[in-house]
């Protein structure tokens, strides 16, 4: 085994009490660390030998009760399970201690998560079905029924994807991924009989799968490997295939890929966004085209550039397509 | 070193609203002696929306595209971060999934073509740092960039998720602390500027589904940037450059604040500090002026 090497480590710790404090301060602290510390270690450590009033949430210690859910350096990570050495290799060994959303702080690392379980029991994070009240045998999932849910059930709900998501933090309805992921792991559920209902739930606009900017940042932070954003694409391929797609600006910008690629194998750029927005919303995009006009951004239609072997692009598409708007 | 060769999927950007994009990558490449061969054959990766709408049919047009560059045994070289992770994508699931990749290759076959998986893809930026090396673009710089504060703007699709990115990487890649540009920048002889969101997103996938989300993200980048002192922005990824350099006026609606830097495609930085001209690299196709050349 490699030797426990130990290297001082500066922490800066945020800081806020709700009750008495109108603006958050950052506390400093320098401390011998061993690298296979965890960061609920230095949490505990400067708790016990420095401050007592560091407030912070830890229950399990073992990566499941998901409450240890704070930021360093602006990544999401369990406390009780993030390493030390693996923070400094990416980091440095300056570390800033902070909780999932600043803004949400209540006491120091702890947040107000209201928001995240609203969303989340939006989606009705349950199974229902019909149930044999005296029934003679178990109800069972087969392992192939099972590897549906691609492991969307991992989920702790530490809230890390949701205070990691850039959409969240600007659009207050975004129900955000870890509801996603939770509306994919029920309706993926061979038992379930409200997949619909779901589906329509995160169909909406503003609020559902359709405002996600697909930055990836869920499947980068998930301490559980959920990978949210692949749950969001399913439903987006769920909501087409049951066909509840609407016929909205979202969907349209979707399926104007697969006519553009048709026609020329590479997208018409142009086109795509006057077939999503519609002759008339098309026009609140004319300054700006006008502008790229002039600089020689915009390829007039006639002039598109068409993909080498077109008739091939064309005939996969006829017979590989799989779902219909 | 032998004569890097790679075959080039442009995307559809660099052939419609980035055009200076293109010219640039043919004369940076051409400057460093790498060969591209342009996969002409090659048709739109879906840009993230094709796989919401019909997760196979972007799975076997996408494995096309591969094909090609197999057929060439090239490594295939991106020139667009979304490209670069719907490509890299498709080619980790088929590798991954001999179900999955016996389908898509039934499909091919109907038109003649097989996807094998032998050929790797890996955008233009890491190409550089990897194959090329940048201590030799250093040797290379005739005209430092040394009087500019630079700000990295990396696009989200080229960082994350980055178990699938660093798959393809020598030089592995920290999404929250990328340093591949900063690397490239400092190679030109520029000043790197250290920002917030220069590893964040530009919002430009959801620009008309969810506009004013969007527009915020660009005007906090743009901000971020310009709080920080730099003198211009520098992304890898066409779509960034076009949210960053053609959308700032929604931005600054949106963010309650007049924000604008001139944004350099990656390929325009090296060639201005390899002594391209201007017009080699199609600076004049900019909204944002590009004032300081
Ligand atoms: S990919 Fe979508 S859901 Fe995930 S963090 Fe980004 S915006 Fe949020
Ligand atoms: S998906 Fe992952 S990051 Fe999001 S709440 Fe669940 S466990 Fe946490
Ligand atoms: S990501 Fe954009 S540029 Fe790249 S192929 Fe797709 S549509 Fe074209
Ligand atoms: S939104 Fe911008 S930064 Fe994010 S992936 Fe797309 S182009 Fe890149
Ligand atoms: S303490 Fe339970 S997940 Fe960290």
Redesign the interface.
């Known amino acids: 085994m490699e030797a426990i090497t130990k290297q001082n480590v500066t922490f800066k710790v945020f800081r806020f009490n709700e009750e008495t404090d109108y603006l958050p301060y950052y506390n400093t602290y320098t401390l011998e660390v061993t690298h296979e510390e965890v960061v609920l270690d230095i949490l505990n450590r400067i708790k016990w030998d420095h401050d007592g009033s560091l407030s912070y949430r830890r229950s399990c210690r073992h990566g499941i009760c998901g409450v240890c859910s704070i930021k360093v350096?602006?990544?999401g990570i369990l406390a009780c399970k993030s390493r030390l050495f693996e923070l400094i290799e990416?980091?440095g060994n300056e570390l800033t201690i902070e909780p999932l959303s600043t803004k949400r702080a209540i006491k120091d690392l702890i947040i107000d998560k209201k928001d995240f379980w609203d969303k989340h029991a939006v989606v009705k994070p349950f199974l229902t079905g019909d149930i044999d009240e005296a029934p003679t045998s178990e109800h069972l999932v087969s392992p192939h029924d099972a590897e549906k849910l691609l492991e969307a059930d991992y989920c702790i709900q530490c809230g890390a994807c949701h205070y990691s998501c850039?959409?969240v933090e600007?659009?207050d309805q975004?129900m955000g991924p870890a509801a996603f992921a939770s509306a994919y792991r029920f309706s993926a559920d061979v038992r379930d009989t409200e997949s619909e209902d779901r589906l329509h739930l995160t169909n909406e606009?503003?609020s559902g799968v359709?405002?996600?900017?697909?930055?990836?940042?869920c499947?980068?932070v998930c301490p559980k490997e959920v990978?949210p954003i692949e749950k969001i694409?399913k439903l987006?391929?769920m909501i087409?295939e049951a066909g509840i797609a609407k016929n909205n600006?979202?969907t349209r910008?979707?399926?104007?890929?697969?006519h553009?690629?048709a026609k020329h194998?590479?997208?018409d750029?142009g086109e795509l966004?006057r077939y999503?927005?519609g002759n008339i919303g098309v026009l609140k995009h004319v300054?700006?085209a006008l502008?790229?006009f002039s600089?020689?951004?915009?390829?007039l239609p006639w002039n598109m550039?068409k993909?080498?072997?077109l008739d091939?692009?064309q005939?996969?598409?006829k017979?590989?397509?799989?779902?219909k708007? | 070193m032998k004569e890097l060769k790679y075959a080039l999927f442009t995307g559809?950007?660099a052939?419609?609203?980035?055009?200076e994009q293109m010219m640039s990558t043919l004369a940076v490449a051409k400057k460093l002696g790498i060969e591209l061969i342009e996969l002409?054959?090659?048709?739109?990766c879906?840009?993230?929306?094709?796989?919401?709408?019909?997760?196979?049919?972007s799975l076997?047009?996408n494995a096309?595209n591969i094909a090609y560059a197999e057929k060439h045994g090239l490594t295939m070289v991106t020139i667009c971060n979304t490209c670069q992770?719907n490509t890299a994508m498709t080619k980790h699931r088929l590798d991954h999934n001999a179900d999955l990749k016996a389908k898509v290759n039934a499909?091919?076959a109907?038109?003649g073509?097989e996807y094998k998986g032998t050929s790797q893809v890996t955008h233009f930026l890491y190409a550089i740092i990897d194959d090329f090396g940048l201590d030799k673009i250093k040797e290379m710089v005739v005209k430092p960039l040394s009087q500019f504060n630079i700000a990295p703007f990396y696009g989200?699709?080229n960082i994350?998720?980055?178990e699938l990115q660093n798959e393809t990487h020598q030089n592995k890649e920290?999404?929250?602390?990328p340093t591949s540009l900063d690397d490239l920048i400092i190679a030109c002889g520029g000043v790197n500027v250290d920002y917030?969101e220069k590893n964040?997103?530009c919002?430009?996938?959801?620009e008309?589904?969810?506009p004013?989300?969007?527009a915020?993200?660009t005007g906090n980048a743009v901000a971020g940037a310009m709080d920080a002192n730099a003198d211009w922005m520098v992304t890898p990824c066409p779509l960034c450059h076009l949210k960053l350099d053609?959308?700032t006026?929604?931005a600054s609606v949106a963010i309650g604040r007049d924000v604008s830097l001139p944004v350099l495609h990656m390929q325009q930085m090296i060639g201005l500090a390899l002594g391209c001209t201007a017009s080699e690299l199609g600076l004049?196709?900019?909204?944002t002026k590009v004032n300081f050349v």
């Open positions: 350096n602006g990544k990416a980091f850039p959409a600007i659009n975004f606009e503003a359709w405002d996600c900017v697909k930055c990836m940042e499947a980068e990978n694409t987006h391929n087409f600006v979202a910008h979707a399926v104007g890929f697969a553009s690629i194998g590479l997208l750029e966004v999503s927005e300054p700006v502008k790229m600089k020689g951004k915009i390829v550039p993909s080498d072997k091939e692009i005939k996969l598409i017979s590989s397509s799989t779902v708007f | 559809c950007t052939k419609e609203s980035t055009p002409t054959e090659a048709s739109c879906g840009a993230s929306h094709l796989q919401d709408y019909d997760d196979f049919l076997v047009l096309r992770l499909k091919l109907e038109v073509l989200c699709h994350r998720p980055s920290n999404a929250y602390n917030n964040k997103c919002g430009f996938h959801a008309l589904q969810a004013h989300t969007a915020v993200l053609t959308q006026h929604h004049k196709h900019h909204v």
